[in-house]
């Protein structure tokens, strides 16, 4: 069975942190570069930080320095640590293999991020 749930996300003022979480199931986490994107209203989907097999870590430029994503293997379970976070940071936040067709593979929920300023 296809699973991915994320959680953790929601209000936190600028310069606040937040932790968030995914589990995701092993068709999708044992074999796959992990990611996590986020879309924020009005605005594509984007990828902002990725992860491999080998924990190796590539973050999109805006948020470099302030996120870290993570991975624990015997969980299935991906992590994104989010530090110094800004209001533009503000958006619902998704994990998934990097390169997931926002349109014909499978997302979960997602969990909402909203930063205050």
């Known amino acids: 069975q296809v699973q991915l749930v994320e959680s953790g996300g929601g209000l936190v003022q600028a310069g606040g942190s937040l932790r968030l979480s995914c589990v995701a199931s092993g068709s999708i986490f044992s074999t796959n570069f992990m990611g996590w994107y986020r879309q924020a209203p009005g605005k594509q989907r984007q990828l902002v930080a990725a992860i491999t097999n080998t924990d190796s870590a590539n973050y999109v430029d805006s948020v470099k320095g302030r996120f870290t994503i993570s991975r624990d293997n015997a969980k299935n379970t991906v992590y994104l640590q989010m530090n110094s976070l800004r209001p533009e940071d503000t958006a619902v936040y998704y994990c998934?293999?990097?390169?997931?067709?926002?349109?014909?593979?499978?997302w979960g929920q997602g969990t909402q991020v909203t930063v205050s300023s």
């Open positions: 998934n293999k990097l390169g997931a067709s926002p349109t014909t593979d499978y």
